[in-house]
């Protein structure tokens, strides 16, 4: 365990040392753009290591949960833990988001944590950093193009679509799944399967959210076009009466 604690310190100095080092060089941009800049690395550094490891080393996360922990699998939990500990307190310092945001970090913090300490389920716990990533960069990129004044074009509006479909996709349809498989098969401890329980559920509260945006933005689309529609019809008859 202090081996883990020592990796933990390691790497949250690591974020923090990056984040610093994005201030002191790229400070014209702000805190929010150096902090969403740790978080693009981040996700992608996490998402290349989960892939290889529900990919290639394996266990696949579907039929072998609540297996021991393999290094790799410790050495990617260490690396988000130290990350998630990192952007939890800068929330905390800038009051940047909401309530159920931070519900989600603390609840990953946890989840590691308790992963860690048990010494198994790490596959499990890699397989919902690889779900919750994989959105990340997609996520970062709306921000950008926001901070930029492109999000209202065609690069914003594929943005959207990608993160949405893919979120439905991998936090719902295949996190689902994940759960099922998680709660039925003997080997995880009650308590990881209670985890898995409250992330699902959790991920059903973003997907709400996510419907209403969706929702708004198809309205908001729908009058833009109804408006050009009638100012085209009216127009049109203008010409024609003159």
């Known amino acids: 365990m202090t081996s883990l604690a020592v990796g933990v310190v390691l790497c949250l100095t690591g974020w923090i040392t990056l984040y610093t080092l994005l201030c002191n060089t790229n400070g014209s941009h702000g805190s929010e753009w150096n902090c969403r800049l740790v978080t693009l690395l981040h996700g992608i550094l996490a998402v290349c290591i989960t892939a290889y490891i529900g990919y290639v080393e394996g266990p696949w996360p579907f039929t072998h949960?609540?297996?021991?922990?393999?290094?790799?699998?410790?050495?990617?939990?260490?690396?988000?833990?130290?990350y998630f500990i990192f952007d939890m307190g800068w929330c905390v310092y800038f009051r940047t988001e909401g309530p159920v945001m931070l519900v989600h970090h603390t609840m990953s913090i946890l989840g590691i944590l308790l992963t860690l300490s048990l010494?198994?389920?790490?596959?499990?716990?890699?397989a919902?950093?690889?779900?919750?990533?994989?959105?990340n960069p997609l996520l970062q990129a709306r921000w950008f193009l926001r901070q930029l004044g492109r999000y209202e074009s065609l690069t914003g509006e594929v943005v959207d679509v990608l993160f949405v479909v893919l979120f439905?996709?991998?936090?719902i349809v295949v996190?689902?799944?994940?759960?099922?498989?998680?709660?039925?098969?003997?080997?995880?401890?009650?308590?990881?399967?209670c985890g898995g329980v409250a992330m699902y559920v959790l991920s059903w509260v973003f997907?709400?959210?996510?419907?209403?945006?969706?929702?708004?933005?198809?309205?908001?689309?729908?009058?833009?076009w109804r408006d050009q529609h009638?100012?085209?019809?009216?127009?049109?008859?203008?010409?024609?009466t003159d």
Do not use: W
């Open 175 to 193: 996190g689902g799944r994940m759960l099922y498989c998680e709660l039925i098969s003997p080997r995880p401890r009650l308590i990881i399967k």
């Open 65 to 82: 949960p609540g297996t021991k922990n393999t290094p790799l699998q410790i050495s990617a939990m260490v690396i988000s833990l130290g």
């Open 230 to 240: 009638r100012l085209a019809a009216v127009n049109g008859h203008v010409g024609k």
């Open 128 to 135: 919902v950093i690889f779900a919750s990533e994989i959105t």
């Open 207 to 224: 997907m709400v959210d996510i419907g209403r945006f969706t929702y708004r933005k198809s309205q908001s689309k729908y009058r833009r």
């Open 119 to 126: 010494g198994e389920s790490g596959i499990e716990s890699c």
């Open 168 to 171: 439905v996709f991998m936090r």
